[in-house]
């Protein structure tokens, strides 16, 4: 989440990161563990301190569609090592118990997985993964309370909500910036989801539900440890990225600044811990940001120094997308310089001339990502980047293409077979070992974009 949740396009590099199952639609209507269990399991009379929201949470209905968001995810497998089949496979018998405890406050949620995952900037993302069953508990809750909660929210939140997306922060932003606000209070949080002060946390969501049995289930998940290369490290306080829960629990607990900033009328867009809020000079901008210290320190969280700032909209990155002023001072998209370089990083791995795949199974490689990049980069306003991004591209695979064919030989004979001449076939040929300087000029008139095209590669122009 964190930047990242961020998204990028992360999917398109953001990714990655880790979102909960509340992201993901099912693809499945195959029955999940809890809808096999034993006859009366669904319906069995709560014990004492179950309240409505647990019931409901725990019905089948509600928990056959949480398993299918569980299985749709593809998650990893918990500290207890079970994958999604074997867990459906554990419920079958388990269910009934896990459930009863549930209901009668007893249960206590496993530790978490520790995961880091690497950035494209060298440095590390820490992940908790907790067990299926704990992921299928946690969607199921997620389920009852996000349509009780999610309407709470301020309007100017974006990250992890139902029928919201990146793409909407960023069209508010450059609104703002349009409309002459061209100072942007950009916040970054340290280290948000290790720092969420469980206390807090929990007085904050109180006053959002009754149901003190949620409440404590939700309490436990927050306590539950982390284990880390086989060691138990005990936790009081934050939320780890990994589970479905953390995202909503991430809007509670951030709405009270989102609120705050609303009372006074600013200008603002924020995705999960990313804030930026636009004013018309750097003074007022400094005036926010000291404001904003204050309102976060309240919550016990802290500014990151090194990455928030007060400065121009124009060329600050926020959510993989930087403004710019066109002809007309009209501010429209682009995408930002680290994300491009993010994606040329990608885009070599992926092409590596020593990875001993086809060109086929290379572009076949290259799919899913360049579809999910210009899916999340799509608002775009610079068709001549996305050109020189193609044009890079598909340098990148004829090079590729050079190699595979290797020999002079090869290569006169293949260019021949594709509908080459013959003066242009040995031209080639004659420079098999320069690839790189060799896939451009006479090549790209074999190679052409047709020929990219019935690989099946994706444009991005």
């Known amino acids: 989440m964190s930047k990242a949740m961020r998204q990028m396009p992360a999917a398109s590099g953001r990714a990655g990161e880790a979102r909960g199952e509340a992201a993901r639609q099912p693809d499945s209507d195959e029955a999940c563990g809890p809808s096999q ?22 019905t089948r209905e509600n928990l056959q569609a949480a398993w299918k968001r569980v299985k749709a995810n593809k998650g990893a497998a918990g500290v207890d090592g079970l994958d999604i089949g074997q867990t459906q496979v554990l419920l079958q018998t388990k269910w009934p118990q896990i459930r ?36 299928l508990i946690q969607q199921a809750l997620l389920q009852v309370l996000q349509p ?17 997306r990146a793409h909407d922060a960023v069209k508010a932003a450059r609104a703002y910036v349009q409309s002459g606000k061209r100072v942007v209070v950009d916040v970054d949080l340290a280290k948000f989801f290790d720092r969420v002060n469980h206390d807090i946390l929990i007085d904050r969501l109180s006053k959002r539900i009754a149901d003190t049995a949620v409440l404590r289930l939700i309490r436990a998940y927050l306590n539950a440890g982390i284990m880390d290369g086989g060691v138990m490290v005990e936790r009081d306080q934050g939320t780890p990225q990994g589970g479905p829960l953390s995202p909503l629990l991430a809007n509670v607990l951030l709405d009270e600044v989102d609120k705050a900033l609303e009372a006074r009328g600013y200008s603002f867009a ?25 309102l976060y320190g309240k919550l016990k969280l802290q500014i990151n120094e090194a990455k928030s700032a007060v400065c121009s909209a124009f060329g600050r990155k926020f959510l993989g997308y930087e403004l710019w002023a066109a002809k007309g001072r009209e501010v429209k998209c682009k ?9 040329k990083v990608r885009i070599r791995q992926l092409t590596s001339r020593s990875g001993g795949r086809s060109t086929e199974q290379v572009a076949q490689g290259l799919r899913p990502y360049l ?33 595979q064919w290797k020999r002079g030989t090869t290569i006169y004979r293949e260019l021949l077979r ?31 974009i047709a020929w990219f095209d019935r690989l099946g590669l994706p444009r991005l122009s």
């Open 37 to 58: 269990e034993h006859p009366g399991t669904g319906s069995a009379k709560p014990r004492a301190g179950a309240g409505p929201l647990l019931e409901a949470a725990l």
């Open 335 to 343: 995408v930002a310089h680290k994300a491009l370089d993010n994606f």
């Open 100 to 135: 009863q405890e549930l209901l009668a406050g007893r249960y206590r949620p496993a530790p978490v997985h520790r995961v880091m995952i690497p950035k494209p900037d060298g440095s590390q993302r820490e992940l908790g993964i907790p067990t299926v069953v704990d992921r």
């Open 371 to 403: 579809l999910g990049w210009k899916a999340y980069f799509g608002m775009a306003q610079t068709p001549g980047v996305w050109r020189k991004l193609d044009e890079w591209l598909r340098h990148r695979i004829r090079a590729l293409q050079l190699k």
């Open 270 to 294: 924020r995705y999960a811990d990313d804030a930026n809020v636009y004013v018309g000079s750097i003074k007022a901008g400094e005036r926010v940001m000291a404001w904003l210290r204050t």
């Open 148 to 164: 009780l909660i999610d309407p709470t929210f301020s309007e100017h939140s974006h990250g992890f909500r139902p029928g919201r």
């Open 418 to 448: 594709l509908g080459a001449g013959p003066s242009v076939a040995r031209q080639v040929a004659a420079n098999s070992r320069c690839w790189w300087r060799n896939s451009d000029k006479a090549l790209k008139r074999v190679l052409t």
